[in-house]
């Protein structure tokens, strides 16, 4: 399906995580249309949690459960990037869609992923709804193509222990490639593929940045740290969803 306001075009994929599989604005295309790994390509929901949780080991109230090795030897993105997602509402330039957490979560829920376009811009907007209480993560992963120019400006890095898994140790930004996660923006991402320049800003208190693929870039914004579910759990509750926003904004 398509949405469009302006010069804005947004292709999304239901059947593929219901993932942007396309979003081009004034004629450019923003983001890595395909790729051999799912993981690769478009622009998907993270949904019940957002990057790695370590050895695919959730610990919650006491019991332990496991995980599918998305990524081994972690889980990986959650539970919904690849399977179908059900249209509850389509217009012109906005779209409503929805999935439950399936088989891969030990816990009941669901999910619901608003794209809007609005004067070009696109504004995202993921629920997550609890069946029963349980820990979760909501994000995205976009995959823009290699820009011309890119710029983050965080407070700080979360420092990797040894497995490559985020810890709550804050560490000054360094200059290299990243796979990192960082906090406290003190200004939004931006980046600049061909003449479109857009920034990606968003509610969400963590992001990951990933630089280090030469297929593209991806500014990640979460609502927590990998195995935040483990490590800083946000416990939903029936009644008391969890709610986060991402807009890409065309600033020039």
């Known amino acids: 399906m398509q949405l ?13 995580g219901g993932r942007v ?4 604005m004034d ?22 949690f957002a990057g790695r949780v370590r050895d695919g080991v959730l610990m919650f109230r ?48 669901t999910v619901t992923h608003v794209i809007d ?20 993560q909501v994000g995205w992963h976009p995959w823009f193509i290699p820009p011309r120019h890119s710029h983050h ?12 898994i985020t810890t709550n140790q804050r560490v000054p930004v360094p200059h290299r490639k990243y796979d990192d996660c960082f ?24 992001w990951v940045i990933y630089n280090a693929n030469p297929a593209g870039i991806c500014f990640e914004p979460q609502s927590g740290p990998p195995n935040g579910i483990n490590t800083e759990p946000y416990v939903v509750m029936p009644g008391k969803p969890l709610v986060r926003h991402m807009v890409i904004t065309r600033i020039s």
């Open 62 to 109: 006491g019991l332990q459960y496991e995980l599918p090795l998305r990524l081994p030897p972690n889980a990986m993105h959650g539970t919904v990037l690849d399977v179908e997602w059900t249209v509850v509402e389509q217009l012109p330039a906005k779209v409503t869609m929805t999935c439950d957490l399936g088989t891969d979560w030990p816990f009941t829920g």
């Open 153 to 164: 400006n965080f407070t700080a890095m979360l420092q990797q222990d040894v497995s490559g």
């Open 183 to 206: 906090v406290k923006p003190i200004t939004m991402p931006w980046i600049t593929i061909g003449d479109v320049k857009v920034e990606i800003s968003s509610d969400c208190s963590h």
């Open 4 to 16: 469009s306001a302006g010069s804005t075009v947004v292709s999304i994929d239901t059947s593929a």
């Open 21 to 24: 599989s396309s979003l081009i």
């Open 27 to 48: 004629g450019t295309e923003l983001l890595v249309t395909a790729a051999d790994d799912t993981l690769g390509w478009g622009l998907y929901p993270m949904v019940p």
């Open 117 to 136: 376009v609005v004067d070009g811009d696109v504004l995202f907007t993921l629920t997550l709804d609890a069946l029963e209480p349980q820990p979760a």
